[in-house]
């Protein structure tokens, strides 16, 4: 039972305890009751530490962990990366961090890699940056005053430079306004930990995605390459709505001679006024035009025709982009355009985000996959306690998400036995494309046709691609086009489609989907 259950149980058990027994209490004595598998030494870091190290015999193995004034950090892989490093076909993951974990205000990474459409961890990382600065300065105002204060200023910033994670120390949030010394830092130091990955075999990196965090980014550009970085379609969609609707900045530096110089269409007078009063777009539903917009500029691609052409990569970056500064231009939003072209269609930043920018198709477009593993942690294994010891989330990590969760199931994964959510949710989209949908849903039992559907959208099971808008959109690259085209061409799918039946493979490449019986896998 977790402390809750526990609470409900003893007042179930005895009646007479009501109003004289707390919740707080349970949990007090339920922690206490295995806290000595997990707090091995007073300080939290090498507390946990001495876990990781405990854990060898699991597969767990530590690989990076330095302790600085200005930083503390802890990084380790899970049982599951040799298995996954050394399949050749294993080539998209997902990287991300999460705040409000434990105690001691360590910053929780985790790196997690795509089987088949199937995310998994493979390595964490708990970074903490130290503001220092603040406790420099509190022992030379307490050395003014007399010797004996003098002596105990000073021990207590050496505790504090020595020892970054103390017993029970507060919860430290990060750094409001961190400076640009830290952020280099830290950015530096998640480069490390993902060399000492590659260096253990993390090599076959095509994508990582990432939210837009520069430090996350720039370690992964350091590391893996420019090509490697993929930006979280949902993440990229936030960010615009909060940015469009935010105060025009003093300066935008937008440099309207280098957008003329890629951009043809680009006049010099289009750009930010002297007036900085307002927003950069005022309007909410101008916004979600906007957002809209550039949610089909990254799902378009040299692969995928539009009304009947294919595009090159070159191409459809001037057009995105056209796009985008026509919208801007008709209804004067000067300064939405600047930070359009400064964050997002500039060179640089349009390889990032934009699907076209590469010749591969990743599978995934978010980091949904692992927020759904923050949401795992912080909601079942972590809801009895608020901050817990860095410890105890470390203990955590290696008894429930990998050991009862993970390692048996994955292993099925890459035997290929194991049958996914994913892939029943594959065949009921297919289902639902074909007209065959959940009983009680809207979809019709036959879907027509455009007359001229083959010249305007060229779909090709070959491939597996399609020009039709359902296509671009779709999460797993179907359409009833290429579903139509396909069951013709495999009888044996005509009647009935099952994943139990069938081994789904998504691909990066073309075609990017296969569907083969099982008894040939």
């Known amino acids: 039972m977790d402390a809750q259950d526990l609470y409900h149980d003893i007042l179930g058990r005895f009646p007479s305890v009501l109003g004289r027994i707390q919740q ?6 339920w922690n206490r009751s295995f806290e000595d598998q997990y707090r091995l030494h007073r300080d939290q870091f090498i507390s946990a530490g001495m876990l990781l190290d405990r854990a060898v015999d699991q597969g767990i193995i530590t690989i990076f962990r330095q302790s600085r004034p200005n930083y503390s950090a802890l990084g380790f892989i899970m049982p599951l990366f040799a298995s996954i490093t050394v399949l050749g076909d294993v080539e998209e ?6 705040y409000k974990t434990n105690r001691t205000g360590h910053e929780l990474f985790a790196v997690v890699a795509t089987v088949n459409g199937i995310g998994f961890p493979i390595a964490y990382f708990l970074l903490k940056m130290n503001p220092i600065n603040s406790s420099i300065t509190t ?3 307490t050395s003014t005053t007399t010797s004996t204060s003098t002596t105990t200023a000073t021990a207590t910033a050496t505790a504090i430079t020595t020892t970054p994670t103390t017993a029970d120390a507060p919860s430290t949030p990060p750094a409001v306004n961190p400076t640009n010394e830290q952020l280099s830092t830290r950015s530096d130091l998640i480069a490390q930990f ?3 990955l590659r260096e253990r075999g993390l090599r076959s990196v095509r994508f990582m995605f990432t939210d837009k965090d520069e430090g996350q980014i720039n370690a992964i550009v350091n590391v893996f390459g420019e090509e490697a970085v993929r930006l979280c379609l949902w993440h990229l969609m936030r960010a615009v709505k909060l940015q469009l ?6 300066d935008p530096q937008y440099d309207v001679e280098e957008a003329m110089q890629r951009f043809t269409f680009v006049e010099h007078w289009f750009q930010p006024t002297e007036n900085r009063e307002g927003r950069r777009c005022e309007r909410a539903d101008h916004r979600e035009i906007i957002v809209s917009m550039m949610r089909r500029h990254y799902d378009m691609h040299t692969n995928i025709p539009v009304g009947g052409v294919y595009l090159t990569a070159y191409d459809i970056h001037t057009h995105c982009a056209r796009e985008a500064y026509d919208f801007c231009k008709e209804h004067n939003l000067r300064d939405a355009w600047a ?3 400064n964050r997002w269609y500039k060179e640089s930043w349009w390889k990032r985000w934009a699907r076209s920018s590469r010749v591969a198709i990743p599978i995934g477009k978010t980091t949904m996959m692992i927020e759904s593993q923050w949401r795992i942690l912080k909601r079942d294994f972590l809801v009895n306690s608020i901050r817990p010891r860095l410890d105890y989330l470390v203990w955590i990590i290696i008894q429930k998400q990998i050991v009862t969760i993970h390692h048996t199931f994955s292993l099925k994964i890459v035997n290929r036995t194991q049958k996914l959510d994913w892939e029943l949710e594959f065949v009921r989209e297919w289902h639902t494309k074909t007209g065959r949908g959940e009983p009680g849903s809207n979809s019709r039992r036959n879907r027509s046709e455009n007359d001229n559907a083959e010249e305007l959208y060229l779909p090709s099971i070959e491939n597996w691609t399609c020009g039709c808008p359902s296509y671009a959109k779709s999460r797993f690259m179907l359409c009833k086009h290429l579903i139509s085209r396909y069951r013709d061409s495999h009888p044996f799918l005509r009647v009935v489609f099952g994943a139990h039946d069938y081994f789904i493979c998504r691909q990066s490449t073309a075609p990017y989907v296969q569907i083969l019986p099982v008894c040939f896998v």
Not at 93 to 98: E, K, L, N, R
Not at 245 to 250: D, G, Q, R, S, V
Request: charged share 20%; proline share 0%; aromatic share 26%.
């Open 339 to 341: 930070y359009l072209y």
């Open 139 to 141: 022992s030379t105002t």
């Open 245 to 250: 609707a935010k105060n025009k900045l003093e």
């Open 93 to 98: 993951f997902h990287v991300d961090s999460t």
């Open 24 to 29: 707080s209490q349970v949990y007090y004595w």
């Open 194 to 196: 993902f060399t000492k």
